[in-house]
């Protein structure tokens, strides 16, 4: 089955870390961008972060720069997120997903992991 499965959310307080994993199946990852989003509750989903192909470039919102990095493991088929320093406003349902290489648009999705931040 072709599905992404992510993991690693939680309650942290302020200024802490979680790592967010993406694990995929069905599929590798060398002709696909991976992404991370997130929706808070009420709000529209929002890019995170984002690593290409191969694993060769990230990408990032403003709002996590410089406390998120986006990485990944093929033999591991995972891509993770490690958030530091987080925020009350980082608390959300993330989500990675799957852009093939050249489509533009994002076609697979995971089901989602809750991370809250207390303040």
């Known amino acids: 089955e072709v599905q992404l499965v992510e993991s690693g959310g939680g309650l942290v307080q302020a200024g802490g870390s979680l790592r967010l994993s993406c694990v995929a199946s069905?599929?590798?990852?060398?002709?696909?961008?991976i992404g991370w989003f997130r929706q808070a509750s009420g709000k529209e989903r929002e890019f995170v972060a984002g690593i290409t192909r191969h694993f060769v470039g990230t990408s990032y919102a403003d709002s996590v720069k410089g406390r998120f990095t986006v990485s990944g493991d093929h033999a591991k088929k995972t891509v993770y997120l490690q958030m530091n320093s987080l925020k009350p406003e980082d608390t959300a349902v993330y989500y990675c997903?799957?852009?093939?290489?050249?489509?533009?648009?994002?076609?697979?999705w995971g089901q989602g992991t809750q991370v809250t931040v207390s303040s």
């Open positions: 997903a799957r852009q093939p290489y050249g489509m533009g648009r994002y076609d697979l």
């Open positions: 069905g599929f590798t990852f060398d002709d696909h961008v």
